[in-house]
């Protein structure tokens, strides 16, 4: 009797949709409390808490929406066999367009094709309304519809153009890959891992934003004399002028080896008070930087890279596994997406650990900006972003517990306000 995988990865696909929606309803919950968290009293105002509470709730509301209507479809598409009827319907096209459809590589592109068009379809609709109401509705929305559509123009072009090479070398590597293919296929991931990261900051990215230099002036002057005394390879420091699409903002750095740079929101550059708040929160990154979070993050996915692929070798070669999905052959990118599917009570799992570590990281980056000083100016940069952004002030613990990578600002301020009364 043959395992009923594709039951199995529908009813934990339904489980955890009705898990997460309770979570879903507890946070949407807090969200509607009329007032602050008794820490943020006197720190928020009242306008921008009430600011704040409206743009939480509206995508909240439409967060159950949008997961509804997501988990019915996927559920769908798996339990009715809509994955190996199109996976033939891909197969008849590349026929008719007088292609061999007996070449796996193409069958898969094709296959793709018309998953993207229609992936396009269904988001497209969300996406509007995301952008041009929700965002538009509280002031955070600044692009045209001409230039929502010219992105989206561009990442399609970018994965027509990038997609295809690397799943040719995927389903050669699966083919050729004998005993070692889980090593050989990890040493791909990594390798192109390393290649995106060095080409999308710089040829990728700037079809998105312009890039300029940070002016001269007293802003730049600390910024380099705070990368200069932790000994950080600065190179060169950018603004993007990410107002021409939202007014959220944000910071990061990239580059490897002594090959580092900064950039900077415009948007973060104008809704901070002074320069110290700016230098605090770059200083919070730096403390990324110095206490090698990036270096772990980077370890922990490739070791989970590799156990997948690991897992991936143990039933690539499975008849009953595809069969429970309504195939009658093996492709190679099916049996990843099936396994992917199977994996997903693991996934969840790590997740969750991933997202416990990385908020440890982030209280340790907030603890090494303190140590430098920067104790009250990022304390201030913390509440303008928090404020700017319209972040939620009020978070249920479990839903936060979950689902969040950083912790909240509630927690953030709580422990930097701890560390001063120790200090004091």
């Known amino acids: ?32 409390l009329p007032t602050l968290p008794k820490t943020l009293e006197g720190v928020i105002s009242l306008d921008k808490f009430q600011k704040s509470r409206a743009y939480s709730l509206d995508k909240s509301h ?109 389903i050669l590597i699966v083919q050729k890959g004998g005993p070692y293919l889980a090593i050989y296929l990890w040493a791909f991931m990594f390798a192109l891992s390393i290649v995106m990261m060095t080409v999308y900051p710089v040829l990728i990215a700037p079809l998105f934003n312009k890039f300029t230099p940070l002016p001269e002036g007293q802003l ?52 901070c008070k002074n320069d110290e708040e700016v230098v605090a929160v770059i200083a919070h990154e730096l403390g990324h930087w110095k206490l090698n979070h990036t270096v772990y993050s980077f370890i922990a996915m490739q070791v989970l890279t590799l156990l997948q692929f690991g897992g991936y070798t143990l039933v690539r070669n499975s008849t009953d596994l595809y069969r429970s999905f309504g195939f009658d052959t093996q492709p190679v990118l099916i049996g990843l997406i099936i396994f992917q599917h199977t994996v997903t009570p693991l996934q969840h799992l790590v997740s969750f650990g991933l997202n416990l570590v990385s908020r440890s990281f982030e209280f340790q980056a907030d603890d090494f900006a303190k140590k430098l000083g920067y104790a009250s100016a990022l304390r201030a940069g ?12 009020n978070t249920d613990p479990w839903y936060s517990a979950y689902h969040y990578s950083h912790p909240p600002l509630v927690e953030r301020l709580a422990v930097l306000d701890k560390s001063d009364k120790k200090a004091n």
């Open 62 to 170: 439409f967060h159950f929406l949008h997961g509804f209507v997501t988990i019915v479809m996927d559920s769908t598409i798996l339990f009715y066999g809509v994955l190996p009827w199109f996976w033939k319907k891909s197969g008849n096209f590349v026929t008719l367009v007088g292609l061999n459809a007996e070449n796996e590589i193409v069958h898969t592109l094709a296959f793709l094709a018309g998953a993207m068009i229609w992936s396009q379809i269904t988001d497209l609709p969300f996406s509007l309304y995301s952008t041009f109401v929700i965002e538009a509705r509280h002031g955070f929305n600044k692009q045209t519809i001409w230039l929502f559509f010219r992105d989206m123009i561009k990442g399609i072009f970018l994965s027509v153009l990038i997609g295809p090479p690397i799943v040719a070398a995927i």
């Open 220 to 271: 730049r002057e600390k910024i380099e004399k705070l990368a200069a005394s932790l000994r950080f390879p600065l190179k060169k420091l950018f603004v993007i002028d990410g107002s021409t699409r939202s007014s959220h903002s944000n910071a990061y750095m990239y580059g490897f080896f002594n090959n580092k740079r900064i950039v900077l929101y415009d948007t973060l550059v104008q809704q």
């Open 1 to 32: 009797m043959e395992f009923p995988y594709m039951e199995a990865v529908v009813g934990f696909m339904i489980l955890m949709y009705f898990f997460e929606t309770y979570l879903d309803v507890r946070q949407h919950a807090a969200l509607k």
């Open 382 to 393: 913390l509440v303008k972003l928090q404020e700017e952004n319209l972040s939620a002030m």
